[in-house]
């Protein structure tokens, strides 16, 4: 099955507010709520930009490690993207598995 791969990408100095603007989320199917908004955030973010936020995702106490409804965690969905790899070794470095 072929995966999609990222969609949009916004440039650009982003502030705190916009950045917390990705950290909280609903699930509406039951998809670990930290899950869908670090995917949100890396489908608009360039990577220097998802560095930062997930920093600041981290240091609010949000799980890195979060999955999705068939059990796939952050890394291992965004390492499965073409261009997903330096997203991948962001989440890596701070320490998701």
Request: net charge negative.
């Amino acid at each position: 099955m072929l995966k999609k791969d990222k969609e949009k990408v916004f440039g650009g100095d982003w502030t705190e507010e916009q950045l917390r603007a990705f950290i909280d989320v609903e699930s509406h199917d039951g998809t670990e709520a930290d899950y869908l908004a670090v995917i949100r955030a890396y489908r608009h973010m360039v990577p220097a930009t998802f560095k930062q936020y997930i920093e600041l995702f981290v240091a609010e106490g949000h799980n890195l490690n979060a999955k999705n409804l068939d059990g796939t965690s952050l890394f291992a969905t965004i390492s499965s993207h073409t261009q997903g790899s330096e997203y991948a070794e962001i989440l890596k470095a701070a320490g998701a598995e």
